[in-house]
């Protein structure tokens, strides 16, 4: 090796020092505290798990804190961070290669390198891009002169961000029919929609109760072709009885644009040279006008619309970062782009796992769970990684960890507490499947989806106390045709049936 010396060697090294690395890191220094764990990171900063709750067998909650990485050595002096970028990964050799010219030599590794934001554009500066609420926050900090941003994307960021815009014009293109896509229906959206405008508490309403078929299914027909593999739509009939007024109180101060994507990014001059219109801020009511200011940047999206703005976020999901480890080894990569990983968080390369954003589940799941870049998962995988690379060290057999039976995450949005369970929005199931809805305007919102008469997934926003049941009811799959409505009646109290 070239002039530095010998190369550090160590029985387990993990590359990453966000939620799955730190946490595989922690977990392995406990299980092994007179051996040294390898902990590669690019940034002085880790992201640490604090005030850990389990709420419920398969639900948690924790905050995510930015510390530095000395006091991380602190609480565990057998964590050695290496505060270096990957440059290569030679696997045939078990050797690490970092920025600083140095090498190190493990048994078994683990790589937890995360993801990046998906950019709409590379390399544009009016185009930023947001993958987490650290950089949520960041942001505001840019919005300060901002009088109009675009921002695109429809997922959970895209969703919290455009919550928290104040006194600038936010125009919001997202790719589906309705808002917050990746973590709600058309009726979880419409619920919340008020919140972005809400001047004062409104009163809350009893929605009735109903059950849907999916859109396109008239009268319990079945559409042979699953209309959308990905989520449910609900049925055209979905908003009677929810009495919500809907879009309209989006323009406010956001206007949204349906069905479309980014087609081009104009700047200022090429925009002129283009002699097109752009748009004003459409006014309720009013007939779209054309933009009498001249913006910094133009975006123009696949409706033909093109509207002038400060800059743009892009809070469009994310990439595996798998670049650095790529090069010389043959990884099996899956079709999003990361690490296809095995039940034990293997690679197809030996001695190598990997965890969190940048891996890809490519096990058999079980039916009601899937995988999503999300900081609960990232750190179930750290945590998991660490247990297997431990076993397979010590030659011991491990069990799948229980957190894969379930999809279950807990967050916030819009200061509602906001609970998914399962195939939350039938991911998956095709027509295959009804949603049962109950909703009381300004306090709580209830969805489950069932399926042959076994609830498979269930969304919960608002201080519900459903989520044990209906984390039961999903997991031991009862079969609950009897109950027909009353499932969701919120006269009988449904823990009293299922105990």
């Given at each position: 090796?070239?002039?530095g010396g010998?190369?550090a060697?160590?029985?387990?090294a993990?590359v990453?020092?966000?939620i799955a690395?730190v946490t595989?890191?922690?977990?392995l220094?406990t299980?092994?505290?007179?051996?040294?764990?390898?902990?590669?990171?690019?940034?002085?900063?880790?992201?640490?798990?604090?005030?850990f709750?389990?709420?419920s067998?398969?639900?948690?909650?924790?905050?995510v804190?930015e510390q530095p990485?000395?006091?991380l050595?602190?609480?565990y002096?057998?964590?050695?961070?290496?505060q270096s970028?990957?440059?290569?990964?030679k696997s045939d050799e078990?050797?690490?290669?970092?920025e600083d010219?140095?090498e190190?030599?493990?048994?078994k590794?683990?790589l937890?390198?995360?993801?990046?934001?998906?950019?709409i554009?590379?390399?544009?500066?009016?185009?930023?891009?947001?993958r987490?609420?650290?950089s949520?926050?960041?942001f505001?900090?840019?919005?300060?002169q901002a009088?109009r941003?675009?921002?695109?994307?429809?997922?959970?960021?895209a969703?919290?961000l455009?919550?928290?815009?104040?006194g600038?014009?936010?125009?919001?293109?997202?790719?589906?029919?309705a808002?917050?896509?990746t973590?709600f229906?058309?009726?979880a959206?419409?619920?919340?929609?008020?919140?972005l405008?809400?001047?004062?508490?409104?009163?809350p309403?009893e929605c009735?109760r109903?059950?849907y078929?999916?859109e396109?299914?008239?009268?319990?027909?079945?559409?042979?072709?699953?209309?959308?593999?990905?989520?449910?739509?609900?049925?055209?009939?979905w908003?009677e009885g929810?009495?919500?007024k809907?879009?309209?109180?989006?323009s406010?101060k956001v206007?949204?644009?349906?069905l479309c994507?980014?087609?081009?990014?104009?700047?200022q001059q090429?925009f002129?040279?283009?002699?097109?219109?752009?748009?004003?801020?459409?006014?309720?009511g009013?007939?779209?006008?054309p933009d009498?200011?001249?913006?910094?940047?133009y975006?123009e999206?696949?409706?033909?619309?093109?509207?002038?703005?400060?800059?743009i976020?892009?809070?469009?999901?994310?990439?595996p970062n798998?670049?650095?480890?790529l090069?010389?080894n043959?990884f099996?990569?899956?079709e999003d782009?990361g690490?296809?990983?095995?039940?034990?968080?293997?690679?197809?390369?030996?001695?190598?796992?990997?965890?969190g954003?940048i891996c890809?589940?490519?096990?058999?799941?079980s039916?009601?769970?899937h995988?999503?870049?999300?900081?609960?998962?990232?750190?179930q995988?750290?945590?998991?990684?660490?247990?297997?690379?431990?076993a397979?060290?010590?030659?011991?057999s491990?069990?799948?960890?229980f957190s894969f039976?379930?999809?279950?995450?807990?967050?916030?949005?819009f200061?509602?507490k906001?609970?998914?369970l399962?195939?939350?929005?039938?991911q998956?199931l095709?027509?295959?499947?009804?949603?049962?809805?109950r909703?009381?305007?300004?306090?709580?919102y209830?969805?489950?989806?069932?399926?042959?008469g076994r609830?498979?997934g269930?969304?919960l926003?608002?201080?519900t106390?459903?989520?044990?049941?209906?984390?039961n009811?999903?997991?031991n799959?009862?079969?609950?045709?009897a109950?027909g409505e009353?499932?969701?009646?919120p006269?009988?109290?449904i823990?009293d049936?299922?105990d």
């Amino acid at each position: 090796s070239g002039g530095g010396g010998a190369a550090a060697r160590s029985r387990f090294a993990v590359v990453g020092g966000g939620i799955a690395g730190v946490t595989c890191a922690e977990k392995l220094a406990t299980d092994f505290p007179s051996e040294d764990i390898f902990l590669m990171t690019a940034s002085p900063v880790i992201k640490a798990v604090t005030n850990f709750k389990q709420v419920s067998k398969t639900l948690e909650e924790f905050d995510v804190e930015e510390q530095p990485s000395s006091v991380l050595e602190k609480r565990y002096p057998n964590i050695k961070v290496i505060q270096s970028g990957v440059t290569q990964l030679k696997s045939d050799e078990h050797k690490i290669l970092t920025e600083d010219g140095k090498e190190y030599i493990y048994e078994k590794l683990c790589l937890c390198a995360g993801a990046k934001p998906k950019l709409i554009f590379e390399g544009n500066p009016y185009v930023l891009g947001i993958r987490d609420t650290d950089s949520a926050q960041a942001f505001q900090k840019n919005l300060a002169q901002a009088e109009r941003i675009v921002v695109v994307g429809n997922g959970g960021i895209a969703l919290e961000l455009v919550y928290e815009i104040q006194g600038c014009e936010v125009i919001w293109a997202i790719k589906d029919k309705a808002i917050g896509n990746t973590f709600f229906d058309a009726g979880a959206a419409e619920f919340l929609i008020p919140k972005l405008t809400a001047e004062e508490r409104e009163i809350p309403i009893e929605c009735k109760r109903t059950k849907y078929t999916v859109e396109g299914s008239q009268e319990k027909e079945r559409p042979t072709a699953a209309s959308d593999k990905l989520g449910s739509a609900l049925g055209p009939d979905w908003h009677e009885g929810l009495h919500l007024k809907g879009t309209k109180e989006f323009s406010h101060k956001v206007h949204i644009e349906k069905l479309c994507e980014v087609k081009n990014i104009h700047l200022q001059q090429e925009f002129i040279q283009l002699q097109r219109t752009s748009l004003a801020f459409p006014k309720e009511g009013k007939n779209v006008e054309p933009d009498q200011v001249l913006w910094p940047v133009y975006v123009e999206l696949t409706n033909g619309k093109i509207y002038g703005c400060d800059f743009i976020v892009s809070a469009t999901g994310v990439v595996p970062n798998v670049k650095p480890f790529l090069d010389g080894n043959n990884f099996a990569v899956g079709e999003d782009g990361g690490l296809k990983v095995d039940e034990h968080m293997h690679t197809s390369l030996p001695d190598v796992y990997a965890a969190g954003d940048i891996c890809t589940a490519a096990w058999e799941p079980s039916p009601v769970w899937h995988q999503m870049r999300l900081w609960t998962q990232a750190r179930q995988m750290g945590w998991y990684a660490a247990k297997c690379m431990a076993a397979d060290a010590l030659g011991e057999s491990v069990d799948m960890d229980f957190s894969f039976e379930l999809f279950a995450h807990v967050t916030k949005f819009f200061n509602y507490k906001v609970v998914v369970l399962g195939k939350y929005n039938a991911q998956g199931l095709g027509s295959d499947h009804e949603l049962m809805l109950r909703c009381t305007k300004g306090q709580e919102y209830v969805k489950v989806v069932m399926r042959n008469g076994r609830m498979v997934g269930a969304v919960l926003i608002g201080e519900t106390d459903l989520e044990e049941t209906f984390e039961n009811l999903i997991l031991n799959q009862m079969d609950l045709s009897a109950y027909g409505e009353d499932l969701l009646n919120p006269d009988i109290d449904i823990e009293d049936y299922f105990d």
